[in-house]
């Protein structure tokens, strides 16, 4: 399985409005139906100076990433309603392959 890890900040003011594109946008990938995709987690942390998101996305292999980003994978995937909200941003997302995961409480 492959962890497709992004990062992106925005402010206070404009965090609330970003997180709902990207509700919008991660409905929008699951009905794309896209061979090998298994999942997403939305993460948020509010600090002094900016709001943070990580999204981690969950696919079978790079092959599964290349339908859904395209052949130049590792950019990063961020609408254009998403893109004007925040202050920065990873222009490249990083992939990392999963070794191991244990479940628990």
């Keep these: 399985m492959i962890l497709r890890i992004w ?3 925005t402010s206070s003011a404009n965090a609330d409005a970003y997180e709902s594109v990207l509700q919008e ?4 990938i699951g009905n794309r139906q896209i061979w090998g995709y298994r999942g997403i987690e ?3 942390r509010n600090n002094v100076y900016a709001v943070e998101f990580i999204t981690i996305m ?4 790079l092959d599964s990433v ?9 950019a990063a995937v961020i609408p254009a309603a998403g893109r004007a909200l925040l202050s920065h941003f990873d222009t490249r997302s990083q992939h990392y ?3 191991a995961a ?4």
């Design 7 to 9: 990062h992106g900040w």
């Design 58 to 61: 969950r696919f079978d292999d």
């Design 102 to 105: 244990r479940g628990g409480l």
């Design 66 to 74: 290349r339908e859904y980003a395209g052949a130049d994978y590792e």
């Design 25 to 28: 946008e991660l409905i929008g």
């Design 42 to 44: 939305l993460l948020r």
């Design 97 to 99: 392959e999963l070794r």
